[in-house]
């Protein structure tokens, strides 16, 4: 019997590789939030941060900062749902997620039907 690919459960090695993929992706955003924690300090200590010439890597720093905690929560999350085995199914309807997505887009929520 062939199961559609859209209906296929996560296997333990997709699970593997989805939390390893997770893991990693949060590693590298810790690494961009302390370049942007660091950026910060450094302009907030030696610079006038009201200086229109500062202004640009300030907000750009803040943008980096930003972006990056918005996605290491959406990691925590997807690690949190992988802990408690809800992780691949579509917030919106409830399928099953195809693998290929997951393991492309580990951060995936809905089937995009």
Known sequence: MHIPVADRP????DLRAVRQRLVSMHAHLDEQMDRA?????LLRTTA???DPE????LMSAL????????????VIHALTRLADGRYGRCDV???QIPVEVLL???????CGR
């Open 10 to 13: 996560l296997s333990v090695r």
């Open 37 to 41: 924690t660091t950026a910060l300090d």
């Open 48 to 50: 006038d941060v009201a």
């Open 54 to 57: 500062v202004q640009p890597p």
């Open 63 to 74: 943008r980096l900062l930003d972006v990056a905690e918005r996605e290491a929560s959406d």
């Open 93 to 95: 309807c409830g399928v």
């Open 104 to 110: 492309d887009r580990p951060l995936a929520r809905t």
